[in-house]
Each structure stands twice: as structure tokens, then as C-alpha cells.
């Protein structure tokens, strides 16, 4: 549905009134008719999830559907009994199979809406946040440099507006943006200068905008050439995986034949044998190895929800846990992101501000002397140039204060409020007709006024150091006066000692404007008079510093960059823990220093810097490239448009969720939803517990698997009768590869996880203390195995008992293997046994399916079981103990370095 034909030929009134809206933007009852009547803001549908596909796509496995043909064979001979029971059970496996996939599913569906772009429109003449989707057409967006265009929309206000429109137009330059209406109806989309599109972004500037089109009425929509939802990918390890159960089912499938051929010699019928085979095949082949990486990965995303993480990519999991080097912003993720202003100076004299945080409450102090700052033209102007050069909004209600926009702009509103200045009345009595927005080329921002009295004046603020280049003459006591050299040295030095006590410094100044007709940087931003200083802090987060402490154990090395003064970095650094006071081996980097070093010589040394200051975006891929150089993987945060190269070449990419712009969070692998440092730490904690995870798994199965083809193949090579049937088999699969296993896959994380250095990337997933557990785990099976079989039937000879005995001990000796699986180091007792709730939920449903199965007189002749004697039982139950004992034997002595002696 098309909703308005050329808008751009339109002027801004015409098109406001044919959209029914205004530049307050529409009120909530009108998004909702709207959105029903035009549909959500999506190129595409998403991707629907269709359960009886993925029920259906559990019959595809070759062995599955051999055995179900080999059922209906025996249902046409008359063994319509036994074919019913394998029958079920294969449907069970294939539901437990179809429920976690679906499970999986949901869970990534859900994950997708969460890391799905957002939009900042006006509503109500309130701006608000809202998920891109719910855009509609009339509704009154903003846009700021960094920030992605959610929809097709006419300008009605640009302000120095450039936008990259290169992945529409191919255009490699970004346009510079106008609100003047084109009389051409026929022009291209890049001539189209008033206008902004869907999937653009803006690079520079600021406006609004009206949206005109939405969905697949963009013109993105009508070329087809954008996806909202993201590829599904396999991550390095679900690959492997696959390979590694792609050769276990081959040499599984050959141990498998080679048995059902000594059977059929030894007198077994054909179909007999055919069914055992593949009932052997199907627990032997570890076909649910991807789907576990699935469940792991699914529960590890919710994991990182609680901790303010989101994960976009599957292979992030995998290189979280061999980060050993995490590159972090300063401003909002080691600290709080609550700049507050603590000094201001003017007059040659340092004001001190009470009051921290978004709390609007503070006092002024000359000295010791309480002071009104209103009555102090210089303190007056100070506040004023910051709160009217400024775009950050400040909202009050219950005495709670919120606010929107740069934490440092916030800062300067606060510091106003703090004065007794009225902002509505401020905006009013002094109305922007201007702007020169902050890049981080100048570090400036200006914007120009007209006064009370009808002037019109540039208020400037930026880096100190630049700001004061830029000026002439300072207002000094009442008066404006020539600014020295001697005097401009005095202030920078000021300006250091501020910075040294961890403020951010800003320098503020004014130009007036009444003989000024053109409003570049160029002549606004040249003789300008200084006014002052004010200087913030942003105090680190309080969970920084055990944050940082975890690091090192973890050994994990933090580096911090920031854009911030080589004082205030150093000085944050210090209290964080990051630079100690008498360090010598670790050294702060500017960005000039920097710039007058090679990449080779950045090399060299950047194993022994911790704290880069004063960079750019620029440098931060610079500092990425020498790290993975010199081998380490990377974490990088960043949250500007231009940090999206660092955070796209860093080996993990973590864009800011508050803060960080849509072009960067696309590049990243991992948002934060809290731009927490922390929140980082605990990342990396979860994507080791879910790798060691899935490592249980492995071990827990494929011993099982090992163990049960070594048991069968060993009693037919011995001339002994099947310990198993295939329909015990199958039960056998059936438990050990539910709820025990699943509950593996969620284990709680070992307590010494962050206490190892971060796992090597090119570490095999089988390390020797895997092969290890599995083959001792199946070889113990075996041992054990074998002797109680052939004494339980030459001391019975009744084979139906000794089946069922040999198929209770499995299961309990298979119950009994988990809890040593939960940990490659640890022993079970070192854990606990009552640490994973789910597991001890898991392995006594198990058993107490499987007596049900051998005392139920029912169960008995469709499970071919018997009831088994009490002595019998406590000597299986005996036996199964020994596999928790004899593998926590050998962690103890692999622990103890014995096995490498002995390798001696």
C-alpha cells in the first residue's frame, strides 16, 4: 500500500497535512490503527517456524528410518509385539529430539527480536525509543550522526546532515541533506536530497523526519535487496562435531555389521540380527551431538539475557572462551556513565559543585564560603554556554530525573539546573537558530542564538585545548580582555591539573555574531572569547574493580582506550587496579604517540601497554591489528559509527546496547545491554561454562557409546549369547541420551572456570583428558561387563535373566558416569552431588522407568524383561559405583601429573 506518491516534490507543511500529523509527532492510539492498517516496518515476514517441519525432519536420519522399516517387517512376519514397543520408542527419541529443536528454535526466534534495530521518534512532542518494526507512516523520527534511517521519510529539519547511502545508491560519499522541496517528480533515489531511506545511515549532523513509507513500500522494500533477519550459521564447533560423529558412525556402523554377521553364523535369524544391528547403530552413532551445541548455545543465550548480554552469533560462544585480551572504553563501561560536574573555573578561581549523578540537587562553594552562582556573570555564563550548546534532554517526574542524550551534555544540564537556571525558560528566552554539531575531527560543537535583546551569538564548547587555540580574548572580572600566550599557557596548565584529579575538562566560550551572514566553522569558530572550564567526573562502576581482579586470575589482560586526557586515564585506571602507582612495565599511550609510531614498532610494544588516551576510532584497529599479531584474541567494544572497523576486525566485536549506534551493533558479535564492563566479564564466564558443557556431553556419550560397542563385540568374539536385545538397547539410548545428558548440557560452570587461562582457539575439543574419561569409561563397561554377564548366565542359564541384569547395571552404570563427566578436573565429591538439581531429577526418573519396566508384570513381556533378585540388584548397584570411582581416580592422578611421569 502505497502512502504517499513523490514526497520529495512536496514541502514540508503540504506533506505534514496529507500525512495527517504534525512535528510533535502522532499520539499512541494513532501508531496502533496505523500499524494495522500499513503492517509492521519489515522487508520481509520473519521467518516462520513451522513444527511439523522440524517434527518430520527427525525421520530424515537414515538409521531411524531403517529401523522403522525393520518394525513393519516384523509386523508382516507376526512379531507385531515386538515391533510395537521398538516402534514407540523410536517415536519417543524422535519427540525428545523434535521438543529440544523446537525448544531451540523459539529461543533463537526470540533472541532476533531482541538484538533487532531500534528507532528514536518523537510521540506525544516525547521522544521515545521503539523497536524499528513499529514505525509507521506519519511518525516524526530523529536522526543523529551514527544512527541507522528505519524508514523512508521527507526531512522537515536538517542540521549539517550528511548520509552514507552507498548500500542504496552505490554513492561512496555521504550526501549532504536538505529540507528544500525538488520540483522534479522524476529524479533518482541519490538526487533525492530531502529525503533519508530505509537501511542508510548518517554520518554527520542531525534532523527529523517525516516517515513516508514503510516495510516493503521503501525503496528497499522495492528492490528486495535488504534482509532483516540474520543467516543461520554453524559455528566451527557444531562442524566439527558433525565430522567427528560423521567417522564414529561409519566405524560404529562397521563394529555393528561385523556382530550382526557372527550373529547370523552363530544361528540368530536374518531379521533377528538386521534389528539388533541397527538398534546397536542407533545408540552407538552420537547423531545428537549438533542438536546438543543447539541446546547449550539456546540455554547460554539465556544465561547472558540475565546478565545484560546479547549474543548475535553462534561462533562468539566459542571464541568467548579463549579471549585473552578484552579492549574496553572507559566513559560508560568501566565507569558509571553519570558525568557529574564537580569544579567549574572562572575568574581565576575553581568553583566546587556538591551532588552526583542524575540528582539535580548541589551547592556551589568558593572555598569554604557557600556562593550564588547567578550573581557571578562569569559562573552565570559558564552554565549557560553549556546548557544551551548542548542536545541532551533532561525530564523530571516524582522526583525522579531522566534524561536523554551524551552523559557529558547531561552533566552540563544538571550543573545548570543545580544554579536555579530554568531550561524550557533558558530554550525559550534564547532560541537556537544553528548548529555546528561535535566530530571528532574538531572535538568541538557550536551553536548560534538570538538573545533576549535580539543578537545573535555562537556558544562553543569542546576540548580545552582546542578551544583555546581557537580563542582571542578571555571574560575576565566583568570584563573581555586580549588572551596572552603566557595567559593561555596558564590556563592549559589549569586545564592538567584539573584532569589530573580524573575530571574531564570542557572549555567553554562565545563569539558574537551581529556583522556574520555566513555560518561556517570556518568564521563562527575563530576569535572566540574564553569564558571557563568545567570539570566532571565519571566514577568507575563499583563491580569494575572485582571485575578487574577476575580478570587477572583469569589471565585475561585488560587494555583501556579512551578519548579522554592521558591524566584523567591514568588516574581511573589507578583506582580501578588496571595501573598500579609504581609500575614499570606498563605504559600509557596518546594518540599522538601513536601517530608517531609505525605499526611495526606498535608491535613490539603493546604487550606492555594497558591505557591508550586521546584516540581516535582510527587507532583502535591499529591497537586490534597489533594485538591478534602478536597471537592474543581480542574482545573490542566500541559504540560510534566509527568504531564499527575495530569492532568488526576484533576477534569477539562488543557494541554498546545503550549507547552504541545500529551500524556498529550490526558489526559486533555480542551488545551489551547495560555498556557494563562487567557485564563483559561475565560473558566470557558463560561462553567457558557452555564450552565446558558441551564437552560433558561429549564425554558422557560418546563413553556410553564406546562402551556399549565394545560390550557387544567383545561377548561375540568371546561365543557368548547377546547381553542385549535391540529393544533394550534402544531403551538404553533412550535414557542416557535424555534427561541425564540434557541436564549435562546446563551444568552449572566448574568454580575454578575463571581461575584457567583462556583455552587455546586451535585446542582439539577432544584434549587427552576427554579421551581419556571416554576410554576408560567404555573400556571399564566392558571389563565389568562381560564377567557379570557369563557368571549371571552359567550360573542361571536362563538368558532372558541374565539380559535383564546386564541391562539394569547399564543403565545405573551409565547413571552413575555423569557425575564424574560434569568435570574434566574436578572429581564427583570436589562438586557435589546436589549442585545440578536437574541431573539428580534426570538419573532417578531413568531408574525408576527402568524398574518399572522390570518388575511391572505388564511392561515385562513387551520390554522382554524379568524381575531380577535383590542380591542381584545390590550387586549391580555395587558394580555401577565403581565407574564414579575409577574415573575420579584417574582425574586425581592425571591431576598429580602422574600419567606424564609414567609417559616417562
Known amino acids: 500500500m502505497v502512502v504517499i506518491e513523490n514526497p520529495h516534490t512536496m514541502s514540508t507543511e503540504e506533506i505534514l497535512k496529507i500525512l495527517k500529523t504534525n512535528p510533535n509527532g502522532l499520539n499512541e492510539e494513532e501508531v496502533k490503527k496505523r500499524l494495522e492498517q500499513y503492517g509492521p516496518n519489515e522487508l520481509v515476514a520473519a521467518k516462520k517456524i513451522s513444527p511439523l517441519k522440524i517434527f518430520l525432519e527427525q525421520f530424515k536420519d537414515v538409521l ?44 533463537l526466534e526470540a533472541l532476533k527480536k531482541l538484538a533487532a534495530p531500534t528507532a528514536r521518534v518523537l510521540r506525544n512532542g516525547k521522544i521515545t525509543e521503539v523497536p524499528a518494526r513499529e514505525v509507521v507512516p506519519g511518525d516524526i523520527i530523529l536522526i ?23 548500500v542504496l545508491t552505490g554513492e561512496s560519499v555521504p550526501v549532504l541533506k536538505s529540507t528544500e522541496t525538488l520540483p522534479e517528480a522524476k529524479i533518482s533515489v541519490a538526487d533525492r536530497k530531502n529525503m533519508v531511506f530505509m537501511g542508510t545511515h548518517a554520518t554527520y549532523g542531525r534532523g527529523k523526519a517525516v516517515v513516508t513509507a514503510t516495510g516493503m513500500n521503501t525503496e528497499f522494500g522495492k528492490i528486495a535487496s535488504m534482509l532483516q533477519y540474520v543467516e543461520e550459521e554453524k559455528t566451527p564447533l557444531q562442524e566439527r562435531l558433525e565430522h567427528v560423529g560423521k567417522w564414529l558412525g561409519i566405524l560404529s556402523l562397521a563394529v555393528c555389521f561385523a556382530v550382526a554377521v557372527l550373529g547370523i553364523l552363530r544361528g540368530y535369524s536374518l531379521l ?108 552565570s555564563l559558564v552554565l549557560r554556554i553549556g546548557a544551551l550548546c548542548n542536545n541532551a534532554q533532561l525530564e523530571t517526574r516524582s522526583e525522579k530525573t531522566t534524561s536523554v542524550g551524551d552523559p557529558t551534555e547531561v552533566a552540563l544540564l544538571i ?43 555562537a556558544y562553543v564548547k569542546g576540548a580545552p585545548e582546542v578551544i583555546l587555540q581557537l580563542c582571542s580574548y578571555i571574560h575576565l572580572n566583568g570584563e573581555v580582555k586580549k588572551l596572552t600566550e603566557e595567559k593561555r599557557r596558564q590556563l592549559l596548565k589549569i586545564v592538567q591539573e584539573m584532569a589530573s584529579r580524573a575530571l574531564r575538562v570542557l572549555a567553554m566560550a562565545y563569539k558574537k555574531l551581529d556583522k556574520v551572514e555566513e555560518y561556517t566553522t570556518e568564521i563562527i569558530e575563530k576569535d572566540l572569547v574564553f569564558v571557563g572550564l568545567q570539570g566532571m567526573i565519571d566514577p568507575p ?32 585506571a589507578k583506582e580501578i587496579g588496571l595501573l598500579e602507582e609504581t609500575s614499570e612495565d606498563r605504559r600509557v599511550l596518546t594518540g599522538a604517540e601513536l601517530d608517531e609510531i609505525d605499526d611495526e614498532e606498535l608491535e613490539k610494544i603493546v604487550d606492555n601497554v594497558s591505557v591508550y588516551a586521546r584516540v581516535s576510532p582510527e587507532h583502535k584497529v591499529r591497537i586490534v591489528n597489533a594485538l591478534k599479531k602478536r597471537g592474543y584474541v581480542v574482545a573490542m567494544t566500541g559504540d560510534g559509527v566509527n568504531d564499527a572497523p575495530a569492532v568488526k576486525r576484533a576477534d569477539v566485536g562488543i557494541a554498546m546496547g545503550i549507547k552504541g ?11 551489551l545491554a547495560d555498556d557494563n564492563f562487567a557485564t563483559i566479564v561475565a560473558a566470557v564466564e558463560e561462553g567457558r561454562g557452555i564450552y565446558d558443557n558441551i564437552k560433558k556431553y561429549l564425554m558422557y556419550l560418546l563413553s556410553c557409546n564406546v562402551g556399549e560397542i565394545l560390550l557387544m563385540f567383545v561377548a561375540s568374539l568371546l561365543g557368548l549369547p547377546l547381553p542385549l536385545l535391540a529393544i533394550h538397547i534402544l531403551l538404553i539410548n533412550l535414557t542416557t541420551d535424555g534427561l541425564p545428558a540434557i541436564a549435562l548440557s546446563i551444568d552449572p560452570p566448574d568454580p575454578d572456570i575463571m581461575k584457567r587461562p583462556p583455552r587455546d582457539p586451535k585446542e582439539s575439543v ?24 557369563a557368571w549371571t548366565y552359567f550360573r542361571t542359564f536362563n538368558l532372558l535373566y541374565a539380559q535383564t541384569l546386564i541391562f539394569f547395571w547399564m543403565t545405573l552404570f551409565e547413571m552413575f558416569r555423569a557425575f564424574p563427566c560434569r568435570s574434566e578436573r574436578k572429581t564427583s565429591f570436589e562438586l557435589g552431588f546436589t549442585t545440578n538439581k536437574y541431573l539428580l531429577y534426570g538419573i532417578f526418573s531413568s531408574i525408576f522407568i527402568t524398574l ?29 559405583v565403581t565407574s564414579l570411582i575409577v574415573i575420579d581416580l584417574g582425574k586425581m592422578i592425571a591431576n598429580k601429573g602422574w600419567l606424564k611421569f609414567l609417559s616417562k
Open 144 to 166: 543523529e550522526a551514527g544512527g541507522r534511517i528505519p524508514a523512508d521519510a521527507r526531512l522537515i529539519e536538517a542540521i549539517d546532515l550528511h548520509v552514507d547511502e552507498a
Open 852 to 880: 518399572l519396566i522390570i518388575y511391572v508384570p505388564a511392561l515385562q513381556p513387551l520390554f522382554k524383561t524379568t524381575s531380577l533378585k535383590i542380591a542381584d540388584i545390590l550387586v549391580a548397584a555395587l558394580l555401577s
Open 272 to 379: 533377528e540380527m538386521f534389528i539388533w544391528g541397527v538398534s546397536l547403530a542407533v545408540a552407538a552413532v552420537p547423531e545428537a551431538l549438533p542438536a546438543v551445541v543447539t541446546i547449550s548455545l539456546v540455554f547460554g543465550f539465556k544465561q547472558w539475557l540475565k546478565r545484560n548480554a546479547i549474543v548475535r552469533k553462534l561462533y562468539a560462544v566459542e571464541t568467548l572462551g579463549c579471549v585473552n585480551v578484552i579492549c574496553s572504553d572507559k566513559t560508560g563501561t568501566i565507569t558509571k556513565n553519570e558525568m557529574t560536574v564537580r569544579e567549574i573555573y572562572v575568574n581565576d578561581k575553581v568553583i566546587k559543585i556538591t551532588g552526583s549523578g542524575f540528582d539535580t540537587k548541589g551547592e556551589f562553594y568558593d572555598g569554604n564560603r557557600k556562593i550564588d552562582p547567578q550573581s557571578i556573570d562569569e559562573l
Open 541 to 572: 562502576r563499583e563491580e569494575v574493580i572485582p571485575a578487574m581482579k577476575l580478570c587477572k586470575e583469569a589471565g585475561i589482560k585488560v587494555v583501556m582506550i579512551t578519548g579522554d586526557h592521558k591524566l584523567t586515564a591514568v588516574a581511573v
Open 64 to 107: 531411524v528410518i531403517i529401523l522403522i522399516i525393520a518394525s513393519l517387517v516384523s509386523m508382516l512376519i507376526g512379531e507385531i509385539l515386538d515391533a510395537t514397543v521398538i516402534m514407540a520408542i523410536v517415536f519417543a527419541c524422535v519427540i525428545l529430539g523434535f521438543t529440544q529443536e523446537y525448544r531451540a528454535e523459539k529461543a
Open 661 to 671: 549506534t545500529d551500524v556498529t551493533k550490526e558489526a559486533s558479535e555480542m551488545i
Open 415 to 457: 550543573s545548570a539546573v543545580k544554579a536555579g537556571i530554568n531550561l524550557e525558560e533558558l530554550n525559550k528566552a534564547y532560541p537556537r537558530i544553528r548548529e555546528l554539531p561535535f566530530d571528532s575531527v574538531r572535538k568541538r560543537m557550536a551553536t548560534i542564538h538570538v538573545t533576549p535583546k535580539g543578537e545573535k551569538v
Open 766 to 789: 577432544f584434549t587427552p583428558r576427554i579421551k581419556g574419561i571416554i576410554g576408560l569409561g567404555g573400556s571399564l563397561m566392558t571389563i565389568i561387563g562381560i564377567p557379570l554377564f
